[in-house]
């Protein structure tokens, strides 16, 4: 056998000494004792393949129940749910694409009749990308919104409130709105 540096290495096996026989009762002992370890191993082993039943595959109508019990559970209060913590780990960029934005463009049709363009959702959007605060979110649209600004950040920090708290919970909402 050769190693990186070229030198060789010299290996030696050899088997151990056969020992003979002093009693056949002694030798049944080690090996029964020998089988319990085995057995310990294998169980062992079967502990770890087994998984735990996961909520998000049970599915069906107790998810369903739990999510509708952290839906009635998010804050209607602006000062409660301000101070709500957010898990911006269960609320992706992803999930901001996809679930948010149409959720702030039916907001800012509601409030501003229609959208010549998409700056004020882009706006939001990029807002709850970079992980910021409600309460800087209604400060960036109350130039525009006024009065307004408040309602909308209520409504859509209301989802994100909805969408962390589910997560927290191991739930995935997919299509559902707090709204």
Known sequence: MLLEDGAPVKLNVSLAPIVPKVESGAKEKTAVVFAQEEEEDESIRKRKILLPKLDLAEGGEKAK????????????????????????DGVTDTMIDRKFEPLVKRQMTKYLGELEDDDLVMFVLEHMKDHKGPHKLVEGLEPV???????????????????????????????MLVD
Request: proline content about 2%; overall charge negative.
């Open 65 to 88: 129940e739990r999510l509708e019990k952290i839906r009635a559970s998010v804050p209607t209060d602006k000062e409660t749910l301000f101070k709500a913590k957010v898990r911006w």
């Open 145 to 175: 919104l006024e009065e307004e600004a408040v309602e909308l950040a209520i409504s859509v920090w209301r989802q994100v409130i909805f969408e962390s708290m589910a997560y927290g919970e191991g739930l995935h909402t997919e299509r």
